[in-house]
């Protein structure tokens, strides 16, 4: 709890010396197939917008999900461990993700296409969680929650992609779940927001990032959502993920409607948090 209140201190000197700007409306930065970045708004609250340019499906067969908090790019080792990653994913979610050349050109090399739901803009780079794939989703909204204490919010993305040889398509959920609060009930509505914009969905779901579940009352929260959208986790055999008091993990992957084959983490001193990549399939 010490480290909590003291990332809290450090993130509310920032806020207060002006470093975060926080734009009044959400909006999502969009790599084209050009290579150019262009700014949209793609709210949930508004109506799912369908991406222009989208092509390719995933193979049903075998999808490669990996999730990353990269602690906003901040430590050093992040660029080769982020390559590895992106080597081994078909679809890439990473948390406090900033957009600046050095992450442009890890990730573009390994030729995936991204969308940034963003959260705010620190120092010139534009923050939030990230979706990376080497395929353009079908449609895409973002949401983004405030953190009670600090007024600084943390993004969402919710994307669906194509799948080979079916109608149905996949919704996968990148979430970076808000930290500091005294109570529960910001962070219950932040996860209700998640579930309610996915309800819909008729087709698998995956749900992945840094789910900030530090104590029962948390856990209870990602229960709930996990019993709601019939959601099982991923279960790691070699279980390396970032854990908070040595029990609760911040890191975490809950699906329907998808067998997972392959679940692991890496040890890595690149960022405060261990990236997990999981293989499954959709029968």
């Known amino acids: 709890m010490l480290r909590l209140v003291r990332l809290a201190v450090v993130g509310l000197v920032a806020a207060l010396a002006g470093c975060v700007v926080v734009p009044e409306r959400q909006h999502a930065l969009v790599l084209d197939g050009d290579g150019n970045v262009a700014q949209i708004s793609l709210r949930c609250d508004e109506a799912h917008t369908v991406l222009p340019g ?11 999900l990996a999730s990353w908090n990269v602690h906003k790019e901040a430590d050093a080792g992040w660029e080769p461990d982020l390559g590895m990653l992106a080597a081994q994913a078909d679809v890439l979610l990473l ?8 992450f442009r050109a890890v990730v573009e090399k390994a030729g995936l296409s991204w969308l940034l739901s963003g959260a ?6 534009e923050y939030g969680v990230l979706n990376a794939t080497r395929i353009r989703p079908v449609q895409a909204c973002t949401l983004r929650a405030y953190e009670p204490l600090l007024g600084v919010p943390k993004a969402m993305l919710i994307t669906e992609y194509r799948l080979a040889r079916r109608d149905d398509t996949l919704a996968i959920a990148n979430l ?3 930290n500091f609060t005294l109570d529960i009930a910001a962070y219950r509505a932040q996860l209700e927001a998640v579930a309610d914009a996915l309800a819909g969905h ?7 990032g840094d ?8 856990e209870e929260v990602v229960r709930e959502l996990a019993t709601r959208l019939s959601l099982v986790p991923a279960v790691f055999e070699n279980d390396v993920r970032t854990r908070f008091m040595g029990h609760h993990i911040f890191d975490r992957i809950y699906a329907r409607g998808v067998e997972f084959i392959a679940a692991a983490a890496w040890n890595v001193t690149s960022s ?9 399939r959709v029968p």
């Open 120 to 125: 705010f803009e620190y120092l010139g780079a």
């Open 176 to 178: 970076h779940a808000i």
């Open 95 to 102: 948390q406090e993700a900033g957009i600046s050349t050095e």
């Open 202 to 208: 008729q087709g698998p779901i995956v749900i992945a």
């Open 272 to 280: 405060d948090h261990n990236p997990v990549l999981v293989t499954f």
């Open 211 to 218: 789910f900030n579940a530090w104590n029962t009352d948390r």
């Open 54 to 64: 989208h092509e390719g499906s995933l193979n049903p067969s075998a999808i490669r």
